[in-house]
C-alpha cells in the first residue's frame, strides 16, 4: 500500500484549499483513513478520520466546521477539504490508514494508523 498526498501550498487567513490522497493498493474495503498534520517542533496531531464506507467520519476540535474528510472510492483517493483557514493550520499534513479485520471506530492516537503518505506543506499567512 503506497499514499501520496499532494495539493499543499502557501495561502492567505481565510483561505481554502483541497489535499488530495492517492493511493495504491487495495485499501479502501474495511479500512479507515484519517489526514494528521504535524506542525515545526511539534508533535503529529490527528486532523479527521473516515471509515471504510463513508458513512461515519470524525474531526479535532480544532478543525471541526472549517475541514471536511471525504473519499472517492472510484478513484482511490482521500480528500481533506480546508476552509477559513488559520495561520495555526500551517503544518505538513499527512494522510494514513489503519488495516482493519473488521470494521471499527475512528482513532486519533497516529500509532493506530500503518500506512502513511508523506507529507505535504501548507502555509497560511498574509
Known amino acids: 500500500v503506497q499514499l501520496q498526498a499532494s495539493g499543499g501550498g502557501f495561502v492567505q487567513p481565510g483561505g481554502s484549499l483541497r489535499l488530495p490522497c492517492a493511493a495504491f493498493?487495495?485499501?479502501?474495503?474495511?479500512?479507515?483513513l484519517a489526514w494528521f498534520r504535524q506542525a515545526p517542533g511539534q508533535e503529529r496531531e490527528f486532523v479527521a478520520a473516515?471509515?471504510?464506507?463513508?458513512?461515519?467520519?470524525l474531526y479535532a476540535d480544532s478543525v471541526k466546521g472549517r475541514f471536511r474528510i471525504s473519499k472517492d472510492n472510484a478513484k482511490n483517493t482521500l480528500y481533506l477539504e480546508m476552509s477559513s483557514l488559520k495561520t495555526e493550520d500551517t503544518a505538513d499534513y499527512y494522510c494514513?490508514?489503519?488495516?482493519?479485520?473488521?470494521?471499527?471506530?475512528?482513532?486519533?492516537?497516529?500509532?493506530?494508523?500503518?500506512?502513511w503518505g508523506q507529507g505535504t506543506q501548507v502555509t497560511v499567512s498574509s
Open positions: 494514513a490508514v489503519e488495516v482493519r479485520s473488521r470494521p471499527g471506530p475512528l482513532q486519533m492516537a497516529p500509532s493506530t494508523y500503518h500506512y
Open positions: 473516515i471509515n471504510w464506507r463513508g458513512g461515519k467520519v
Open positions: 493498493g487495495d485499501i479502501f474495503s474495511s479500512y479507515n
